[in-house]
């Protein structure tokens, strides 16, 4: 089944007209986005943008041979004109199923939001998955499904729509995710394609002819990634957006909880609010059994707060302690944890953060643990495939 995708942007396109800001600037030449519009071997057009003709036209296709055109949203753009010879554009009822003359089937997806997505099976079998923007399938409930061999969707719009299909079994492994419906609150260039990436996803150009069904290098999602930065860099943002398309995921608090504090009990609250609601969560500092044990991928924010734990358990603060035993004490619960990351089979992001960059503590045990934070960082991310450095809600990758 050959896919040609007319457009990939928002239905405003990219950029948007008239908007200021940084991503519609940089949104220029190739990095231009029209709205998104699927053709489907020539014979199915799946969304009629303005300007269709000639972007099929572009990509050496041509809308001649077009069937059927069907919409998955209400159109709010600029007036669409129909080109000369193509069938009156419509939606199919949620649950329908129409055969059409080319060979291809298509049933309507029922969305849970407004807007319908599409499943084309071709005359060969071949699958594919196309759903309107700001949507994810409704209803998958319990029933496991068959893999598609392309989902075509909306992934940085509604991420958690990619981790129903997985969790469902529609997304398998050999899955090939391509992102639509790009707006200006997606990045542009490399770092798209890096965060795409790092959900088993990717993007490609206005023009692009894709083959459902053929062999396709699905991006490898790292299995052990160490986030790191400075106070409100953005690192946790950064470190749940990595595992946000994760049917399930395990959020290990290592702060705990601190009855009475309530600036502290704030600062929790606004990361609950961020998580999906599928997450669990565990306030524990005891990481090495959950790395040894099968399950969900991990989350854990953050490794400065698991050293101040293992710190006050040796009585690494006390000069007299640390010199008769804590030093040794220490380092060997620092290299039990950096033993479970490198035997874990779980997919694992981790939060640190980033000190000693200038301003040299007042204290000894200040000093000490500048210095042990710095060694387990690095131990840490000696183990990791990825190593992601974050710097004012931008994201470094040092490693991977």
């Keep these: 089944m050959e896919l040609t995708l007319l457009g990939t942007g ?15 600037a940089l949104s220029r030449g190739e990095r231009a986005r029209a709205a998104t519009s699927l053709l489907v071997d020539g014979a199915l057009l799946l969304d009629l943008t303005p300007g ?3 972007a099929a036209a572009r990509s050496g296709h041509s809308l001649v041979g077009v069937r059927q055109v069907l919409l998955t949203h209400p159109h709010d ?16 009822p949620d649950g329908r199923e129409l055969t059409l003359i080319s060979g291809h089937t298509v049933r309507a997806v029922p969305m849970d939001a407004p807007g319908t997505g599409y499943e084309v099976t071709s005359a060969d079998g071949e699958r594919l998955l196309y759903l309107p ?12 499904r068959e893999p598609y061999d392309m989902v075509v969707a909306d992934v940085v719009g509604r991420p958690d729509g990619l981790a129903r299909l997985r969790a469902s079994g529609a997304v398998g492994a050999a899955t090939d995710v391509v992102a639509v419906h790009l707006d200006h609150d997606a990045p542009v260039g490399g770092e798209l394609d890096r965060r795409l990436a790092a959900a088993g996803a990717r993007a490609v150009p206005d023009g692009t002819t894709l083959y459902v069904g053929e062999y396709h290098a699905v991006p490898e999602v790292p299995r052990r990634t160490l986030v790191t930065g400075g106070a409100r860099s953005g690192k946790s943002v950064e470190a749940e957006r990595r ?23 704030h600062r929790v609250g606004l990361h609950r609010e961020r998580r999906p609601g599928s997450w669990r969560t565990a306030e524990t500092c005891d990481l090495v059994p959950l790395l040894a044990d099968d399950g969900p991928a991990l989350l854990i924010d953050c490794l400065s707060l698991w ?37 874990t089979s779980r997919t694992v992001v981790a939060v640190t953060n980033e000190v000693g960059s200038g301003v040299v503590p007042a204290t000894a045990a200040g000093r000490r643990f500048r210095d042990e934070l710095g060694r387990l ?23 991977g």
């Design 52 to 54: 269709a003709a000639l």
């Design 307 to 343: 050293l101040t734990d293992a710190m006050d358990r040796v009585g690494a603060w006390d000069d007299e302690r640390w010199a008769g035993g804590g030093r040794e004490e220490l380092a060997a619960r620092v290299a039990e944890l950096v033993a479970a990351v490198r035997a």
């Design 243 to 265: 595992l946000e398309t994760f049917p399930e995921v395990l959020y290990v608090a290592t702060g705990g909880s601190r009855e009475g504090d309530p600036e502290w009990a």
């Design 133 to 144: 923007p700001g949507g994810a399938p409704a209803g998958l409930g319990d029933e496991r």
């Design 77 to 92: 753009g600029p007036a669409v004109e129909m080109p000369a010879g193509l069938p009156t554009a419509g939606r199919v």
């Design 10 to 24: 928002a239905p405003l396109g990219l950029p948007r007209p008239g908007c200021p800001c940084a991503v519609c």
């Design 377 to 399: 960082n690095a131990a840490f991310g000696d183990e990791c495939e990825q190593v992601v450095l974050v710097v004012a809600g931008q994201a470094l990758v040092l490693r």
